[in-house]
């Protein structure tokens, strides 16, 4: 329940703390407070078809390449990458 009251970001952060974390965050009855953290930040829109709400909060949420600044998302790979980095791959 308390998890519920939290944002994404947050989430993700207890994610990746440990496994304990990442098993309950991860499992199937966690998409409800995924969805909940999302209402809670405010002004977030709903997923993309075929991404979880996990998926879509690290996408949103969480710096991918770790270029610090790097708030550029490309929808259509789904993922944020700074132009160096996708030069790259």
Do not use: Y
């Not at 499992?27 to 999302?38: E, F, G, I, L, T």
């Not at 790097?70 to 791959?89: A, H």
């Amino acid at each position: 329940q308390i998890f519920s009251l939290l944002e994404p970001i947050d989430l993700l952060h207890l994610f990746r703390t440990n496994k304990a974390f990442r098993k309950v965050l991860s499992s199937k009855n966690a998409v409800s407070v995924w969805k909940a953290a999302r209402v809670n930040r405010g002004g977030v829109p709903n997923c993309l078809s075929g991404m979880s709400e996990m998926e879509w909060a690290n996408l949103l949420f969480a710096q991918e390449c770790g270029e610090k600044g790097m708030w550029q998302i490309d929808f259509g790979i789904r993922r944020r990458v700074c132009p160096p980095c996708l030069d790259e791959k």
